[in-house]
Nanobody, 124 residues
Framework: QVQLVESGGGLVQAGGSLRLSCAAS????????MGWFRQAPGKEREFVAA????????YYADSVKGRFTISRDNAKNTVYLQMNSLKPEDTAVYYC?????????????????WGQGTQVTVSS
């Protein structure tokens, strides 16, 4: 069993930045791939970014490419999402997830464990 706890969300003006963190505990962190997803009110959960267990491969949704950066520190059992140039349409609850495989996926159903989520609100 893996427990995931997100932090770093908040309210920010458009054009600003936030860094989300996701701390994992429980069973060994690696070789788990990690992902970030988000869900806005009235919308389905959508893929944001993912990273392989080694950190050597990263994947991004087109909507965040060039603005968001996913990274991980396996020594700290933590994955990060650096979000720059934020837009009002980035407003959502952000969830981190882990899967029992070394390679990442964009599919929510590929992930085995989920955090509770952290709210990100971007004002215009």
């Amino acid at each position: 069993q893996v427990q995931l706890v997100e932090s770093g969300g908040g309210l920010v003006q458009a054009g600003g930045s936030l860094r989300l963190s996701c701390a994992a505990s429980g069973r060994t962190f690696s070789p788990y791939a990690m992902g970030w997803f988000r869900q806005a009110p009235g919308k389905e959960r959508e893929f944001v970014a993912a990273i392989s267990w080694s950190g050597g491969s990263t994947y991004y949704a087109d909507s965040v490419k060039g603005r968001f950066t996913i990274s991980r520190d396996n020594a700290k059992n933590t994955v990060y999402l650096q979000m720059n140039s934020l837009k009002p349409e980035d407003t959502a609850v952000y969830y981190c997830a882990s899967r029992r495989a070394g390679w990442a996926s964009e599919r929510p159903d590929a992930y085995d464990y989920w955090g509770q989520g952290t709210q990100v609100t971007v004002s215009s």
